[in-house]
């Protein structure tokens, strides 16, 4: 039978507002994690990247923040535009053992809207 | 400009039908996947192939094949095997592990 589609986390606000999107990781061997925004029918398209052996990276109007203590990542988009709502993926990097390139493993997702 | 094609954007399916989902590259990056996305889900990975004529299977390569005859290539094909094929199917490359370029997507329909 077809699959029930799961509820994403949903995170409402205003233009203007600065945005904090959440995620937490699976693997403490993840080396590399990197957050992807996807409009309706669009491929994901890159956000910003930080490697495991940093803490903070920041880009323009974002921002990511790794705890590798508790395998938490957020992403942090300051003032908020009506053009940012979309869904929010983070992906964690796994480098396989002996092959030169690894696996790219997706969170569930946040639905981002942003009110004028 | 570089980028990922994918083609078609829409594709219908009779039930037992194989279709084929094209995606192709003029990035020159050796690695490619196919992903799977479901409504409400994440992706998940069907197959990945890190040089020419050779590919691996991801999480959910039942019911799917792939070739890759050239680099710019890496065809996805749907067979009858795939007993719930309706989904959002996205095509990435990259150059290494830290560069990763996504096609716009192909939505497949069973008919």
């Known amino acids: 039978g077809e699959s029930v589609g799961l509820h994403l986390p949903t995170l409402s606000v205003q233009e203007g507002d600065n945005s904090i999107i959440n995620c937490a990781y699976s693997?403490?061997?993840?080396?590399?994690f990197i957050w992807y925004k996807q409009e309706s029918g669009k491929g994901p398209q890159f956000i910003i990247d930080?490697?495991?052996?940093?803490d903070k990276r920041q880009g323009q109007r974002v921002t990511v923040l790794l705890n590798k203590t508790v395998k938490h990542l957020s992403l942090q988009i300051a003032a908020t535009q009506p053009g940012d709502s979309a869904v929010y993926f983070c992906?964690?990097?796994?480098?396989?053992?002996?092959?030169?390139?690894?696996?790219?493993?997706f969170g569930q997702g946040t639905i981002l809207t942003v009110h004028p | 400009d570089g980028g990922i094609t994918q083609s078609p954007k829409y594709l219908f399916r009779k039930e037992g039908q194989n279709v084929t989902l094209s995606c192709e590259q003029n990035?020159?990056?050796?690695?490619m996947y196919w992903y799977r996305q479901d409504p409400g889900q994440g992706l998940r990975l069907i197959y990945y192939?890190?040089?020419?004529?050779?590919?691996q299977k991801g999480d959910i390569a039942e019911g799917y094949s792939v070739s890759r005859e050239k680099k710019e290539s890496f065809p996805l094909t749907v067979t009858s095997a795939q007993k719930n094929p309706t989904a959002f199917y996205l095509c990435?490359?990259?150059?290494?592990?830290?560069?990763?370029?996504f096609g716009s997507g192909t939505r497949l329909t069973v008919v």
């Open positions: 990035l020159n990056h050796d690695a």
């Open positions: 992906a964690e990097h796994q480098l396989r053992g002996g092959t030169s390139y690894g696996k790219l493993t």
């Open positions: 192939s890190q040089i020419v004529n050779d590919f």
């Open positions: 930080i490697r495991s052996n940093m």
């Open positions: 990435a490359s990259s150059f290494s592990n830290y560069g990763y370029t």
């Open positions: 693997n403490s061997a993840s080396d590399y």
